[in-house]
């Protein structure tokens, strides 16, 4: 079975603070495909990054950044110097290589405080 | 390019009602999958479709249904609404070619349904 677990459901910090969003996913398969996406209140859920299983590099954009680790099935990401901009909720989510459906997690709720 | 366009935005129904949702993908996107957000079950796939074909289904009662046109443009439909069937309904899409399993999905903004 395929699953994903953000267990943080809400975190809060100040500005400029950084802030790292965990996401552990459960998968059998040897081909998958990790995401991020960003809903802010209007409810659209913004792509940010896509991963296959077989690029394990992390990657950095700007304030973003993202550590894939087979090893532990996790795929954190992390805010650098938060801004309030940032709030929304944040999903991670996992799709096996032979279906087309993303699994999502249960979301995590970034507050971040002026 | 557009983005993903999804008509109406919101929409209040009675119980017992039904309701046809539609979804524009990006230009060139041949995937159209939708999803149902709730507070309780979070975000959960419905189907999806490819040239016209439905793929993938998710654990929904046969009251959903889906169909896609041969210009991508898809709709689905919600028969005899139920209060639970209150909620988000996101449309995505995606693939270019042959739009394969794994393919980055882009989203609309979504149909807020209220069912009463």
């Known amino acids: 079975a395929q699953k994903v677990t953000q267990a943080q459901t809400e975190i809060s910090v100040v500005e400029k603070e950084d802030v790292t969003l965990d996401c552990v996913y459960e998968?059998?398969?040897?081909?998958?495909?990790l995401f991020w996406y960003k809903q802010p209140p209007s409810g659209e859920l913004v792509f940010l990054i896509r991963?296959?299983?077989?690029?394990?590099q992390n990657e950095i954009s700007g304030r973003y950044s993202w550590n894939f680790q087979k090893s532990t099935s996790s795929f954190n990401f992390t805010i650098t110097a938060s801004q309030v901009v940032d709030s929304a909720v944040y999903f991670c989510a996992l799709n096996i290589g032979s279906s087309y459906k993303l699994i999502f997690g249960s979301g995590t709720r970034l507050l971040v405080r002026p | 390019k557009a983005g993903v366009t999804q008509t109406p935005r919101y929409l209040i129904k009675t119980r017992g009602q039904q309701v046809t949702l539609s979804c524009s993908p990006i230009s060139g996107h041949r995937s159209v999958s939708w999803y149902q957000q709730t507070p309780g079950q979070g975000l959960q796939f419905l189907f999806e479709?490819?040239?016209?074909?439905?793929?993938n289904k998710g654990n929904f009662p046969g009251r959903f249904s889906g169909r896609q046109f041969s210009n991508s443009r898809s709709e689905m439909n919600v028969s005899t609404l139920e209060l639970g069937d209150s909620a988000l309904y996101l449309c995505?899409?995606?693939?270019?070619?042959?739009?394969?399993?794994?393919?980055?999905?882009?989203f609309g903004p979504g149909t807020r349904l209220l069912v009463l």
């Open positions: 998968t059998r398969d040897t081909t998958y495909y």
């Open positions: 991963r296959n299983s077989f690029d394990e």
């Open positions: 479709y490819f040239s016209e074909t439905q793929r």
């Open positions: 995505a899409s995606s693939g270019s070619l042959a739009a394969g399993a794994g393919e980055t999905q882009y």
